[in-house]
């Protein structure tokens, strides 16, 4: 099943004017809009709202750090595009000694949370260590045309159901992490230099018990390096992911990895014994990096599944989707491609 990308979004949540998309509130650095901050918009946000409330961020760079709180369900938030409307911040643990979920320049916490066409960034850098650039714990969020940029800890899914779709994700070490039910699909996943002497983990999963389908999967997604990183992507360790806790599941299906992955694929997390209990999955995969011949013996529930197996791990089924995700415009394959 697929939903066009730009249409079907349009008529689910425009409220009508002419047939155009009418924001509730329009946030312009250049004055030009109701406000000139994010957080300004969000703080417009009516007591005991019904519906969803729909913020325009036009293009700028919005050096702020925005909280959406769980008392304003239903937001839908959208920029003039990847790299015209950005929103930035440095928080981060390793210079600051802020806490990792604090670090984050944007952070959703309300369910029913929408964003398309803008960019969120943590500047902070690998000498920053925990950086993040965005942050949710509201369930049945769902991000479309966005561009998360970082190094450690880019995209935390803190918790709950989360789809993130045609969208391009850079980071280092864990730059893809948390505890929900997260599926990334169709997106480029672009791969940084590091620090010396440091390596390169993908995904950290942080599954602790097995409770419903909760864990992480790439769907349909490419996983390169950036122009930085090129040059010398041998001579930098980069692994699919490491097992943040013992329950970690993290699956990699229809995707096309590139020839920096290392053979083992995954890495133990050092000081643990999560590579005992954790679940790693991967099916149908291309590329350079796809080979599995050379996949780590030390994880012991390792497994390159077959179709029927990944079909578990689908939209439709790992996210329930078909109950929520429709309405609210966002494209999606919800079965194997």
């Not at 417009?44 to 325009?56: C, L």
């Not at 239903?74 to 015209?84: C, E, T």
Request: aromatic share 12%; proline share 5%.
């Amino acid at each position: 099943m697929k939903i066009c990308p730009f249409v079907t979004m349009w008529k689910l949540l425009a409220k009508h004017s002419g047939g155009q998309l009418v924001p509730d509130v329009v946030v312009a650095k250049d004055g030009s809009g109701k406000f000139k901050t994010i957080s300004e918009a969000l703080n417009a946000y009516p007591p005991k709202f019904k519906g969803r409330f729909v913020i325009h961020v036009k293009a700028g760079v919005y050096n702020e750090q925005v909280i959406v709180d769980k008392k304003k369900p239903n937001v839908f938030i959208y920029g003039d595009g990847i790299a015209k409307t950005i929103v930035t911040g440095s928080k981060n643990y390793g210079i600051m000694n802020i806490g990792t979920m604090h670090t984050a320049t944007f952070a959703n916490e309300a369910s029913g949370f929408i964003a398309r066409g803008m960019s969120f960034r943590n500047e902070a850098g690998p000498q920053g260590h925990q950086a993040v650039a965005f942050r949710s714990q509201g369930d049945k969020t769902a991000l479309f045309d966005c561009s998360f940029e970082g190094s450690q800890d880019t995209l935390y899914y803190q918790n709950l159901k989360q789809f993130y779709r045609n969208c391009r994700i850079y980071g280092t070490v864990d730059f893809i992490f948390g505890k929900g039910d997260c599926i990334i699909q169709d997106s480029q996943i672009i791969v940084r230099k590091p620090l010396p002497n440091q390596f390169n983990t993908v995904t950290a999963d942080g599954r602790e018990i097995k409770r419903g389908s909760n864990g992480l999967v790439l769907h349909h997604c490419s996983i390169v390096p950036d122009d930085y990183l090129w040059p010398v992507r041998f001579q930098i360790p980069t692994f699919l992911g490491r097992p943040w806790k013992p329950e970690a599941l993290t699956v990699v299906m229809q995707s096309t990895l590139g020839d920096f992955i290392r053979p083992e694929g995954w890495k133990i997390w050092d000081g643990s014994t999560n590579h005992h209990t954790c679940t790693m999955y991967e099916h149908g995969n291309t590329g350079p990096g796809a080979n599995t011949n050379r996949r780590t013996k030390e994880f012991k529930r390792f497994k390159v599944i077959s179709a029927a197996e990944a079909a578990k791990f689908t939209v439709g089924h790992f996210l329930a989707a078909g109950e929520w995700l429709p309405q609210t415009g966002v494209p999606v394959q919800m079965g194997l491609y």
